[in-house]
């Protein structure tokens, strides 16, 4: 049986009614993910965390008064570590495994080759689609808000729920502070990515530290919870607004800026108007096993089992713990 979120074709009685297709909607991210990785040979379903009671921590102080500091789960660009320019395949050699920080006036390259981005669909050629400091940075210039903090900081995609929860996100936490933040912007990109981004924003709103998800996985971050949430219905990697397009980014930073300030109360889930296409078929490919035929598969199955052990070799080197 198809399922109803990849049924390409609308019935006569929904062309005559004008209803728009059944799969136009959130892609389905953990059903994806979990049929995917079953039909690459990993039978038993990854775990997804949610929990019941969402925190929220309400602004302080106006934004034109607060310093608002930026969570990523890209990659510093590492040019030893192979392909991780536009268009590169997934290339687990550049992943993180440790937070990192960064100073927000130097040069800045981040990348979002090392995750599970939507490659048929963008190519990762702005970096401002994924990491939304320059217009960040434009918008304390003009005022709306009171500064950008002095560090962006770098959250690892750990699989593992305990070494994102107990590692990871009091690290983030503790150079937030130092940074004497107001409000965070936490970003995500791949379907983990979004689980680590909404696992860190609850964490930082228990430990009074507002926070907006931006973000393209609305069942992940929504299945976790979290306080404020702007949706982008985009492809995977372009949570920070459309590439090469200064309005879409600058609309979709406007939004989340918003989220921030006026939700009422945790679990508020704002969807941006901004559509990626009129034509919504993009959203059928994202590891849809219906669409991947036997020989694809079993090439994406060696390129998996490959690049798995890639990330294990790697994590070995720097003397980081293996995912539980």
């Known amino acids: ?60 102080k106006p934004l034109a008064q607060s ?31 440790k937070v990192y920080s960064l100073a927000v006036d130097g040069p800045l390259d981040v990348r979002i080759s090392h995750v599970g981005i939507d490659r048929a669909h963008t190519t990762a ?3 401002n689609s994924w990491f939304p400091l320059e217009h960040l940075k434009r918008l304390a210039d003009q005022g709306r808000i009171g500064e950008v903090a002095r560090r ?29 933040a107001d409000a965070v912007i936490l970003v995500a990109n791949c379907p983990v990515c ?7 924003a609850r964490h930082l709103e ?16 929504e299945h976790v919870g979290v306080p404020r949430f702007l949706f982008s219905d985009f492809p995977l990697g372009n949570a920070a607004g459309k590439p ?41 490919d994202y590891s849809n096993v219906e669409r991947i035929s036997e020989e694809e598969l079993n090439k994406q199955r060696e390129d998996f089992s490959r690049q798995k052990n890639i990330a294990l070799e790697k994590r070995v080197a720097e003397g980081v713990a293996v995912a539980e």
């Not at 979004?194 to 860190?200: D, R, V």
């Not at 228990?206 to 971050?221: F, L, R, S, Y």
């Open 67 to 97: 310093r608002i500091a930026l969570v990523t789960t890209a990659a510093p660009y590492q040019p030893d570590k192979g392909d991780q320019g536009p268009g590169a395949p997934y290339n687990s050699a550049a992943k993180f495994y």
């Open 244 to 284: 090469h397009d200064t309005a879409s980014q600058a609309a979709t930073l406007e939004l989340a800026l918003e989220v921030l300030e006026t939700a009422p109360s945790a679990r508020t889930t704002i969807q941006s108007p901004q559509r990626w296409s009129e034509n919504p078929d993009w959203k059928l």
């Open 152 to 180: 962006v900081h770098g959250a690892p995609t750990n699989r593992s729920h305990k070494t994102t929860i107990r590692q990871d996100c009091p690290e983030i936490l503790a150079r937030l502070r130092e940074d004497n």
């Open 194 to 200: 979004h689980q680590t981004i909404s696992l860190t």
């Open 125 to 127: 050629t702005d970096m």
């Open 1 to 60: 049986m198809t399922n109803i979120s990849t049924r390409a074709v609308p019935t006569r009685a929904e062309e005559e009614l004008g209803f728009a297709p059944l799969h136009d909607t959130a892609i389905p991210y953990m059903y994806r993910t979990r049929t995917y990785y079953q039909a690459l040979g990993y039978t038993t379903p990854y775990l997804w965390a949610h929990y019941s009671d969402v925190p929220f921590t309400p602004l302080t």
């Open 206 to 221: 228990e430990n009074g530290i507002p926070t907006v998800v931006m973000g393209c996985a609305k069942d992940i971050v």
